[in-house]
């Protein structure tokens, strides 16, 4: 039975490098997003370079539970089952905030977008993974999850709990066959450079393969503000 890759918060560059990734590998795709020419553009990019993968897309808000499970027992509907799980929708440089700047409100959106939607995702899919002993979490993250960065404090207050919950949810799913992977990107995201989404979802790959880490660090070139995270 072929094997199901779903990205959640999907985008031209992570998403699209990660579902093009495992569909190379003979992984059917499916591609959650909150706007609709993203994912058409995706399915788009994705027909010319993964030639005969199957392809399902559906909208959904993150950030709206309820959305999110819709979405995602549509996906498994479609597919038969979520093999593998892959989260990584982006906050947007719009909404970075230093700390003299967060207020309650938006620190309350970066939790909802990047640990709520997660925790609503896993606990979606996380059953049937836990029935068969086998399945895979994979998460993309900043630096500042690592590290202080300045312009980037309200994303650092979130993210630094989604590094705490998904080490901890490592180490509870391990023995149990399922394995929680991360990748914490300390850069801009642009292809051709050392922080490229392609070797990233490479990396991801591997990683699921071997599944002989919780976590791995990809530096780029320092982002204004601050270093970039310690490997």
Same mark, same amino acid.
């Given at each position: 039975? @072929? +094997?199901?890759?779903?990205?959640?918060?999907? #985008?031209?560059?992570?998403?699209?490098?990660?579902?093009?990734?495992?569909?190379?590998?003979?992984?059917?795709?499916?591609?959650? !997003?909150? %706007?609709?020419?993203?994912?058409?553009?995706?399915?788009? !990019?994705?027909? @010319?370079?993964?030639?005969?993968?199957?392809?399902?897309?559906?909208?959904?808000?993150? @950030? +709206?539970?309820?959305?999110?499970n819709? =979405?995602?027992?549509?996906?498994?509907?479609?597919?038969?089952?979520?093999?593998?799980?892959?989260? %990584?929708?982006?906050?947007?440089?719009?909404?970075?905030? &230093?700390?003299?700047?967060?207020?309650?409100? #938006? !620190?309350?959106?970066?939790?909802?977008?990047?640990?709520?939607?997660?925790?609503?995702?896993?606990?979606?899919? $996380?059953?049937?993974?836990?029935?068969?002993?086998?399945?895979?979490? /994979?998460f993309?993250? #900043?630096?500042?999850? $690592?590290?202080?960065? *300045?312009? /980037?404090?309200?994303?650092?207050?979130? %993210? !630094?709990?989604?590094?705490?919950?998904?080490?901890n949810?490592?180490? =509870?799913? =391990? *023995?149990?066959?399922v394995?929680?992977?991360?990748?914490?990107?300390?850069?801009?995201?642009?292809?051709?450079?050392?922080?490229? &989404?392609?070797?990233? =979802?490479? +990396?991801?790959?591997?990683?699921? %393969?071997?599944?002989?880490?919780?976590?791995?660090?990809?530096?780029? *070139?320092?982002?204004?503000g601050?270093? *970039?995270?310690?490997?």
């Amino acid at each position: 039975m @072929t +094997k199901t890759i779903v990205v959640v918060g999907a #985008g031209k560059t992570i998403g699209l490098s990660v579902a093009r990734e495992f569909g190379r590998h003979g992984f059917n795709v499916g591609l959650i !997003a909150r %706007s609709a020419d993203n994912l058409r553009d995706l399915r788009e !990019a994705l027909a @010319t370079d993964v030639v005969g993968a199957r392809v399902e897309t559906c909208l959904a808000d993150v @950030t +709206k539970a309820n959305e999110l499970n819709i =979405a995602l027992d549509w996906m498994r509907e479609q597919f038969g089952s979520i093999d593998v799980l892959e989260y %990584s929708p982006a906050i947007g440089f719009q909404n970075y905030k &230093p700390a003299l700047d967060i207020d309650t409100e #938006g !620190a309350r959106y970066a939790f909802d977008l990047l640990v709520g939607g997660a925790v609503t995702a896993v606990r979606n899919v $996380l059953p049937e993974m836990l029935e068969r002993k086998d399945g895979a979490l /994979l998460f993309t993250s #900043g630096g500042a999850a $690592l590290n202080p960065i *300045p312009f /980037l404090a309200n994303v650092g207050l979130v %993210s !630094a709990g989604l590094r705490n919950y998904l080490t901890n949810l490592h180490n =509870a799913l =391990a *023995p149990q066959g399922v394995y929680v992977g991360a990748i914490y990107v300390g850069g801009v995201m642009k292809r051709g450079s050392e922080v490229d &989404p392609d070797k990233i =979802a490479a +990396k991801f790959f591997e990683m699921y %393969s071997k599944r002989d880490k919780a976590e791995d660090v990809v530096i780029g *070139p320092p982002p204004p503000g601050g270093p *970039p995270p310690k490997p």
